[in-house]
């Protein structure tokens, strides 16, 4: 079974830039797509971003997208979220998630079987 789990989290001021990563043990990524999704205080579990198991296509939410930059590499196992010009707004639980083998990246959390602890990104205005 695998074991995801997330790092690069931490607080930073409202313009600056995080990387978060995901390391994952137990099994081989390179046959499943990736997302991140985030968890704001009071508010439900969203969707980030979604990687295609080839790297070769992405998803991103709305207020991310130019901002967010997914990707992966397989050879490392490893999956990354770059996130410049962070608002706070964007302060929330950062969650690695693993979809269906082979399948395409996508922003539903019932589509992702395997989730990380979080890690905790805090923009300060």
């Known amino acids: 079974q695998v074991q995801l789990a997330e790092s690069g989290g931490g607080l930073v001021q409202s313009g600056g830039s995080l990387r978060l990563s995901c390391v994952a043990s137990g099994r081989t990524l390179n046959t499943y797509p990736m997302a991140w999704f985030r968890q704001a205080p009071g508010k439900e579990r969203s969707f980030v971003a979604a990687?295609?198991?080839?790297?070769?296509?992405?998803l991103y939410e709305d207020s991310v997208r130019g901002r967010f930059t997914i990707s992966r590499d397989n050879a490392k196992n490893m999956v990354y979220l770059q996130m410049n010009n962070l608002k706070a707004e964007d302060t929330a639980v950062y969650y690695c998630?693993?979809?269906?083998?082979?399948?395409?990246?996508?922003?539903?959390?019932?589509?992702?079987?395997?989730w990380g602890q979080g890690t905790q990104v805090t923009v300060s205005s």
């Open positions: 990687i295609s198991w080839r790297g070769a296509s992405t």
């Open positions: 998630a693993q979809g269906a083998r082979y399948g395409p990246p996508r922003s539903g959390p019932g589509d992702h079987p395997y």
